[in-house]
């Protein structure tokens, strides 16, 4: 006998009531003992709720940079000084600076004045 797979949507608000319907209905239709597999629908998230995925990942992203500027800033003060004024001393300082200068361009985006339109 040959197999089928169907798949379609049901709206319900908890997995096990829909699994429970699927179960119920399949017994009505004669196909009784048959567990039925019921997974969720990811639903598409809002546009506000993916810029403030993007605004965490870029609050992340800030915090990482401006980590590895103080880990620079810190190597650079414990060098001895005749290190500091030597070649690895001015590639960590090379290294702190860039880090600022990401630093700070990120200081100047703001997420907040973003309001999507309404779909009607």
């Not at 870029?58 to 004024?85: G, T, Y």
């Not at 300082?93 to 700070?104: G, P, S, T, V, W």
């Amino acid at each position: 006998m040959a197999r089928y797979k169907v798949s379609f949507e049901i709206p319900e608000a908890r997995i096990g009531t829909a699994q429970k319907s699927m179960a119920e209905m399949l017994a009505k239709l004669g196909y009784e003992g048959i567990t039925p597999s019921v997974t969720k629908i990811e639903t598409k998230q809002s546009r506000a709720d993916r810029l403030g995925e993007a605004e965490s990942a870029f609050e992340n992203a800030k915090s990482i940079v401006e980590e590895l500027r103080d880990e620079m800033e810190e190597w650079h003060s414990n060098m001895p000084e005749n290190l500091q004024q030597g070649d690895k001393g001015q590639e960590v300082e090379a290294a702190r600076d860039a880090l600022q200068e990401i630093a700070d361009a990120l200081d100047g985006c703001d997420f907040s004045n973003v309001s999507f339109p309404g779909m009607y």
